[in-house]
């Protein structure tokens, strides 16, 4: 019985150079293609035969990944399946570690070839850096590396995953506790927190164990590349080619400066409308009206089914790409005990399609968590008819663009699960949350700079670091008596721990995703024809001109941010009347 939620999945591309059956988990199978694959090199003597062998090693990549796509989506559907954890370990241990030599060896033969500066030059330049890039920064000393990094994430991944508590006679995952936090009921909220807190720091040193070893590993990664900090590798391996780590401190100060006035404002207004002294970490989610929460579903079919209405209104192309996810079983979206944290849109890149994968317990984040993984969703279908591999997929940057766009566009719909004034309810607690979400992505990439330029630090002087940074953009919240909670904060974001450094894409792409708002309350059939167009180009244009592309601009100062923040205000204002 197959672990995926899907079942066989429509041929896009039938294959012309990988057989059509081949067990590509068996690396005795593999082999041979890349030995293929370099001597195609050498017999390319025009610049038609060098793109048909780009074309051949872009289809064996795309297998490759797909078989890593499906294992690792089986092992997040199931991290208590001894089966799924074994196939995925498996393909991490045996398979990845033996394919980083060959993809290397044919990036040296794409660079070296005489015929590569013949290629179009604005066609290939974008592969052309980032495979510079990845040639660059190859070490055979760091594969084995980076497959006990993969491991350790892993292991993060199945701690986090089979986290429960005991609560009023029910075992409840920590997602599941997030509902009560809505609850009206003061002392509800705090015994669900306060549970959930504790159960947290029993793990504490786990988390802490995991994570100073994967330090001690992404530092020789470094190391071995020669750079004096895991940053500054890091920076160049995620191809920061249009913004530089000055950039992200002016993007720290930006939201110092233009997000935490109203951050401390909306807190305030929170506190009074309450009736507190002062905020403490279960009052945050709840209604300040003391209004019942927000129940937009019960069952996850309704969830899809009101989203699929939402798409309808929205946009005829939008409507179809979902309608087709559905229908192919394409989306997990229930939370359930055994199941990875979080949510995530995974592309089979053979297939061509997208999966959606997250934990909806029946909160109003659940619809926003949806449409934001349609976004990335709609993009993987956009590039559906781009035959070059790699550029089938964009910047993070931009990705998160699709996705974040996505929630605002669909928010304009959200009375398809509300009546109108649960609805402004909604939207309010949406664009709240989009203030609040930048202050906290500020700590978190801010974090990992102080991390990984201080090599060698002590779990205390972490923790300073830390503190000090949830003093700058925590706001006005009362920790009193769960210090300790505070300071071990930053173990729930997965990102720390499985993705360094890929946290600030959220930020600048939640920039752009609000310039396309405002596009869209201006000209919303010229907003989404821009939003098709930059989603359509892939990975194939540098940030910039993807941005462009899509009708808002790649930047992140204090320029750009103020009159975004201006916006968000005047629709809360809009909302309050």
Not at 452 to 470: C, D, I, N, V
Not at 555 to 567: C, G, K, N, Y
Request: charge should be negative; charged fraction near 30%; include cysteine.
């Amino acid at each position: 019985m197959s672990l995926l939620p899907f079942g066989s999945l429509p041929v896009y591309a039938p294959r012309t150079f990988v057989p059509a059956q081949i067990d590509l988990g068996d690396w005795t199978k593999i082999a041979p293609l890349f030995d293929r694959l370099d001597k195609q090199a050498a017999e390319a003597t025009t610049v038609e035969n060098l793109e048909h062998w780009m074309q051949a090693w872009g289809e064996l990549s795309a297998a490759l990944d797909e078989e890593s796509s499906r294992r690792y989506i089986a092992m997040t559907c199931h991290t208590d399946n001894p089966e799924a954890e074994k196939s995925y370990l498996h393909f991490v241990e045996t398979i990845e570690p033996e394919l980083k030599p060959r993809q290397f060896k044919l990036e040296q033969l794409y660079l070296h070839h005489a015929l590569r500066k013949q290629l179009p030059t604005k066609r290939f330049g974008v592969f052309d850096r980032y495979t510079q890039v990845h040639v660059d920064l190859y070490r055979e000393e760091n594969v084995p590396l980076e497959t006990e990094e993969a491991k350790l994430g892993q292991q993060y991944q199945k701690l986090s995953g089979s986290l429960t508590v005991q609560f009023r006679g029910e075992e409840k995952t920590l997602v599941q506790m997030g509902r009560f936090l809505e609850e009206p009921d003061r002392a509800l909220r705090e015994e669900a927190w306060t549970l959930v807190a504790n159960r947290r720091l029993q793990e504490a040193e786990k988390f802490e164990e995991l994570f100073d070893q994967l330090v001690v590993i992404r530092e020789k990664i470094a190391a071995n590349a020669g750079f004096s900090n895991y940053r500054d590798y890091a920076f160049k391996a995620r191809g920061r080619f249009d913004y530089t780590a000055e950039d992200c401190f002016k993007f720290h100060e930006a939201i110092e400066k233009q997000f935490m006035p109203i951050i401390r404002t909306l807190q305030t207004e929170r506190k009074r409308d309450l009736g507190l002294k002062s905020l403490r970490p279960w009052d945050l989610s709840v209604d300040p009206l003391n209004r019942p929460p927000l129940r937009p579903f019960e069952e996850v079919d309704s969830m899809v089914k009101k989203t699929q209405s939402i798409f309808d209104k929205l946009d005829t192309r939008l409507a179809g790409d979902f309608r087709k996810m559905n229908d192919l079983r394409l989306l997990d979206l229930a939370n359930r005990k055994g199941k990875a944290p979080g949510g995530y849109q995974s592309t089979l890149p053979e297939s061509r399609l997208p999966f959606i994968f997250m934990n909806a317990v029946g909160v109003q984040r659940d619809v926003e968590t949806l449409l934001h993984e349609a976004g990335h969703a709609f993009h993987a279908l956009a590039t559906q008819a781009e035959d070059f591999y790699p550029y089938r997929s964009a910047p993070i940057e931009f990705c998160e663009v699709a996705s974040m766009s996505m929630e605002l566009l669909g928010n304009e719909h959200i009375e398809e699960f509300y009546s109108q004034d649960e609805a402004g309810r909604a939207r309010r607690d949406h664009l709240e949350g989009i203030i609040e979400i930048f202050p906290w992505i500020a700590t978190v990439d801010a974090f990992q700079h102080w991390i990984y330029t201080h090599p060698g630090h002590t779990r205390k002087e972490r923790t300073t670091a830390w503190l000090e940074l949830m003093d700058r953009f925590g706001g006005d919240v009362d920790w009193t008596g769960f210090e300790n909670v505070r300071e071990n904060l930053w173990h729930r974001q997965l990102h720390i721990f499985l993705h360094p450094f890929y946290y600030i894409e959220y930020g600048i792409a939640q920039l752009g995703a609000l310039q396309i708002w405002a596009n869209s309350k201006k000209d919303l059939p010229g907003a989404l024809k821009a939003y098709h167009r930059g989603l359509a180009l892939g990975g194939s244009r540098p940030l910039p001109e993807l941005f462009a592309a899509a009708g808002c601009r790649f930047d992140f100062s204090a320029e750009t941010v103020r009159p975004l923040v201006h916006l968000v205000r005047s629709e809360l204002e809009k909302l309050d009347k």
